[in-house]
């Protein structure tokens, strides 16, 4: 539990941004007055601060088990997607195709959208109703003519977990890089790299307890790589700009947090969120679950609830002190419906009232409680004043 302006704060929006754990701002903290050397500098003062980037270069690698030197240090997930896709496409300028799937974060779809704008090719892989790419598509649309295929490990909406694995050996049949955005699952499930087929990968630091400003990107030794930045010879020569030494050095100390608590997150987070999960299916009529929930994110529950509006959810439990989410925090704002759940084919009576709670180490069984508490009256409330209720939710 936090507080904010002297109100309890419950927070469930853990897949927008995560708190800083307090051993990774204790972590970074000289890095602001006391140990502030520019590490590019040729004195020792400088030479230590640059020792403690390769430090956390290496704690981040025993995170994702591959070689430090596969690591290049970026300012966000946004700019190692755009730095992947970019790369790939310089590279391999005979082939002018990009596959991604429909269910994409806007990092990528964004990106994907402009890139037709450039006279790009880009195929988009369907998926079925519960979040799953369909592999049959994605496997007619991997050709001769693909430069990358970059699909993301886990979603960041419904939790839903991606055979990347499988996709990165189709596309490697047909001499296709593949990179995946797996900013949402770094540090919730075990990934082990070594050995595996992603030629790069994505993550950004405020996802696990480090603050924002500052991600990675794993580019495998062998694969040819375009720095995106350039400028000076920071990351050797991969990408170019002044060190963000005390992001660099947080991303390093949460790397070390995420592994050392994988198993709580995948123990005690879990069993939070199927807690409140189960007990609001079962508490307030006509909800459902959005995604696939034998494999998701430990930490991930998106609940639709039919004929109310989720900005209206969100008002309510916002008043109450409980923050939670409609969708990607990328996108708020938007009167649309989360593309994600329109991929899946989701109820427009369900995809404007959908809900996402996201959890993490720091959740609490008390907080859950109150949740369950307050949310069912609340629902109760909307559909009271709800046309949509009244109308045909009563009736269905």
Not at 152 to 158: F, K, P, S, V, Y
Request: hydrophobic letters at 40%; one cysteine or more.
């Amino acid at each position: 539990m936090d507080c904010h302006m002297g109100k309890r704060v419950i927070y469930m929006d853990n897949n927008a941004t995560t708190m800083v754990a307090p051993e990774v701002f204790e972590a970074m903290r000289p890095f602001f007055c006391e140990n502030y050397g520019n590490p590019s500098s040729i004195h020792s003062f400088g030479g230590a601060v640059a020792a403690e980037i390769e430090k956390a270069r290496s704690s981040l690698a025993g995170l994702l088990n591959c070689n430090p030197t596969e690591i290049i240090f970026t300012s966000c997930g946004t700019e190692s997607d755009n730095s992947a896709i970019f790369s790939a496409l310089f590279l391999c300028q005979k082939r002018r195709k990009i596959v991604v799937s429909k269910v994409e974060h806007p990092a990528v779809l964004n990106l994907a959208k402009e890139l037709l704008r450039r006279g790009y090719k880009v195929s988009e892989a369907p998926v079925d109703s519960k979040g799953r790419i369909d592999m049959e598509r994605m496997r007619e649309l991997i050709d001769e003519e693909t430069a990358l295929v970059s699909v993301m490990w886990a979603n960041n909406e419904t939790g839903n977990i991606h055979p990347v694995e499988e996709i990165a050996a189709i596309a490697h049949s047909k001499g296709t890089l593949f990179h995946t955005d797996a900013v949402q699952a770094v540090g919730k499930i075990p990934i082990n790299l070594e050995g595996s087929s992603i030629d790069m990968l994505s993550l950004s630091g405020h996802k696990l307890h480090a603050p924002k400003g500052v991600g990675a990107l794993f580019v495998r030794r062998g694969v040819r790589f375009r720095p995106f930045m350039v400028g000076g010879h920071q990351e050797r020569g991969r990408r170019g700009g002044t060190d963000n030494v005390a992001g660099i050095v947080a991303l390093g100390k949460a790397a070390e947090l995420a592994l050392r608590n994988i198993e709580t997150e995948n123990v005690k987070v879990r069993r939070l969120r199927d807690k409140l999960e189960t007990s609001l299916l079962s508490l307030v009529p006509k909800c459902r679950v959005n995604g696939d929930i034998s494999s998701r994110l430990p930490n991930t529950s998106n609940i639709s609830f039919e004929f109310i509006e989720g900005e209206a959810i969100l008002l309510l439990l916002d008043q109450l002190g409980v923050c939670a989410s409609s969708g990607s925090a990328c996108t708020t704002g938007s009167l649309e419906p989360s593309h994600v759940l329109r991929a899946m084919g989701v109820p427009y009576t369900a995809a404007h009232g959908s809900i996402r709670f996201s959890l993490s180490t720091y959740n609490t069984e008390d907080e859950v409680d109150f949740v369950l508490e307050k949310i069912p009256p609340l629902i109760a409330r909307l559909r009271e004043i709800s046309p949509y209720w009244k109308e045909k939710g009563r009736l269905s």
